[in-house]
C-alpha cells in the first residue's frame, strides 16, 4: 500500500521575479507647462545671487486690507561711485522709500517712490487664463535714465511665449516648449533700434526633482551654465559658469540654500575671490532679521550689513 512518504511532494510553479520595470510610456500630447523663458535659472539664483546691501535697512509693512497695502523703507549706508583708480571710492547716503500695494487674483499693482526722486512701477494683469500683461517703469529726473517695458505673455498646454515692447525702440520675444517631462528648449531674439543692436539666443533647460540643469547661449557673446542639486527638502546645493567669448571673461561660483526652522541662510564663493553669505532669520510673526556680508579680497573691498523687516 502506498504511502504519503511515497507520494512525490507537489511542484508549485512561481513566476521569475521582474528584473526591470517596464519604462512607462510618454504622452508627448500632455507634457507640463514649462516655466517662463526669463527664468530658467531662478533655482540657481536664489542662491547665487541673494539681494546683498551695505548699511542699515528697515522694512516696514502694513496691510489695510486684504489686497492694499502699504510699505515704508529706509537705507542708510555707502555708496559707491565711478573711479579711475583701483580702490573703491564710497560716500555716505540715506534714503526713504514709501511704497503702495494693491494684490488681486487677476491684477497686482506695485508703486515705490524714493527721495531722491525715482519712481518704479509695476503692473501684472491675468487678460484671460492664459494671457497676461506685464508692464514696468522707472521715472527719474536725470535725463535719458527714464525707462518702461511692456510684455503680453502667453501660457500654452505645453509652451510658454512672450513679446516685449520697450522705449528706445526695443523689441523682443522669446518661446519655451517642453519636448520630454523634464526637458525643454527654448529661443529669444531682440532689437533695440536707438542702439542698431540685435541678437538671438537659445536655452536648455533640464529638470527632475532632485536637480536642475541649464544652458544659455547667445550671440552677444553670453554663455551661461548652471546646475542645482537638491540635497534634501531643506538643502540645495548650486553652481554655475558664465562666460563671455566677446571679452574673453569668465566667472564660475558655488553656493549653497539652507532652511532651518526659524531662518534661511545662503552664500557663495567665486572664482573672482568674492564671497558672500545671506541670512533671515524669523525673530517672531512677521519680524524678520537680515544680515548681509561680502568680501572682496581682489579689490579689497568688503560690505556689510543689517537689517529687520517688519510686516509680511
Excluded at 7 to 23: G, H, R, S, Y
Excluded at 186 to 206: D, L, M, N, P, T
Excluded at 234 to 254: C, E, G, P
Aim: proline share 5%; glycine share 8%; with cysteine.
Amino acid at each position: 500500500m502506498a504511502t504519503a512518504l511515497n507520494v512525490p511532494p507537489p511542484t508549485t510553479t512561481t513566476a521569475p521575479p521582474q528584473m526591470k520595470k517596464e519604462e512607462e510610456k510618454v504622452d508627448y500630447l500632455n507634457l507640463p507647462c514649462p516655466i517662463p523663458y526669463e527664468e530658467i535659472h531662478r533655482e540657481a539664483l536664489m542662491s547665487l545671487k541673494p539681494e546683498l546691501f551695505e548699511g542699515m535697512r528697515f522694512d516696514f509693512t502694513k496691510g489695510l486690507n486684504q489686497k492694499f497695502s502699504l510699505s515704508h523703507s529706509v537705507f542708510m549706508g555707502p555708496m559707491e561711485i565711478p573711479s579711475q583708480s583701483t580702490e573703491t571710492i564710497k560716500i555716505p547716503t540715506a534714503n526713504y522709500e514709501f511704497g503702495a500695494n494693491f494684490i488681486d487674483p487677476k491684477l497686482m499693482l506695485f508703486g515705490r517712490i524714493m527721495t531722491d526722486g525715482r519712481l518704479n512701477a509695476r503692473l501684472k494683469c491675468d487678460l484671460t487664463e492664459n494671457l497676461a500683461l506685464k508692464a514696468n517703469a522707472q521715472l527719474t529726473n536725470e535725463p535719458h535714465m527714464s525707462h518702461g517695458m511692456v510684455s503680453f505673455d502667453y501660457k500654452g498646454k505645453d509652451y510658454r511665449s512672450q513679446f516685449q515692447l520697450g522705449n528706445g525702440a526695443l523689441f523682443g520675444a522669446n518661446y519655451i516648449q517642453s519636448v520630454t517631462p523634464h526637458l525643454a528648449f527654448g529661443g529669444e531674439v531682440f532689437w533695440a533700434g536707438q542702439h542698431r543692436k540685435s541678437g538671438i539666443g537659445y536655452a536648455a533647460r533640464y529638470n527632475t526633482d532632485k536637480m536642475v540643469a541649464t544652458g544659455q547661449v547667445a550671440s552677444t557673446g553670453l554663455v551661461a551654465l548652471s546646475y542645482v542639486q537638491k540635497v534634501s527638502e531643506k538643502v540645495s546645493l548650486a553652481s554655475d559658469l558664465m562666460y563671455n567669448y566677446m571679452s574673453r571673461d569668465v566667472t564660475a561660483s558655488f553656493g549653497y540654500d539652507y532652511i532651518l526652522r526659524q531662518c534661511r541662510l545662503r552664500g557663495k564663493i567665486d572664482s573672482n575671490g568674492c564671497v558672500a553669505a545671506f541670512l533671515e532669520e524669523r525673530l517672531n510673526m512677521g519680524l524678520n532679521f537680515i544680515l548681509s556680508a561680502e568680501l572682496d579680497h581682489k579689490k579689497k573691498d568688503y560690505k556689510f550689513g543689517f537689517g529687520l523687516t517688519v510686516g509680511e
